[in-house]
């Protein structure tokens, strides 16, 4: 066991809670989002009443119908200041992506928006499974790239954007599902 291990996180180690043992596991994908404006103003993701004020004064955009992946982040590593120590993570470029089958001229402007340089605040994006209950929270600025997707007749048109954040403490956090929202 390393004592004197050089620790530049000074959080303590946080509690570890396992699932239900007689479940499987929790199905991946999503299909709805809200997309938050930077200065959209929640600062409690639960509060489902906060949410659809939001989306009403527009500082929030709820999108229906679509498949979300997220994918597993890459650690930006330094060397450790100290000799004979692993290298330090520092930060984390995260990725994702949005396929978006509701093709049509409105949704080319939505998503032209959004691809154009456009970051916003965070997403919330409900998991497929266990009745929407679960959802999913990005708290970080986030922004896209992508393009719409035109192929041949044996594939339908689609939107595919990817998304990608930056953060050493912006995991994407399993929540409740705010009351409200995605119905």
């Not at 032209?112 to 409900?126: C, W």
């Amino acid at each position: 066991m390393a004592a004197n291990c050089v620790n530049y996180n000074c959080d303590d180690l946080s509690p570890f809670l396992l699932n239900d043992t007689c479940k499987k596991g929790y199905p991946g994908g999503a299909k709805d989002a809200i997309f938050f404006d930077c200065d959209a103003g929640i600062t409690d993701y639960s509060d489902g009443n906060a949410i659809l004020a939001a989306i009403v004064a527009g500082t929030a955009l709820e999108v229906f119908n679509l498949k979300i992946r997220l994918n597993k982040g890459s650690a930006v590593t330094v060397e450790s200041p100290v000799d004979c120590s692993p290298v330090q993570v520092v930060d984390y470029t995260r990725t994702g992506t949005i396929f978006d089958g509701n093709v049509n001229s409105t949704n080319d402007y939505a998503w032209e928006t959004l691809l154009s340089g456009r970051t916003i605040g965070s997403m919330l994006f409900n998991n497929c499974g266990e009745g929407g209950t679960r959802s999913t929270l990005i708290d970080a600025e986030i922004s896209f790239q992508g393009d719409k997707v035109f192929p041949g007749e044996s594939e339908f048109q689609r939107y595919e954007i990817d998304f990608n954040w930056k953060g050493l403490d912006t995991m994407a956090k399993t929540i409740p599902t705010p009351n409200g929202v995605f119905v």
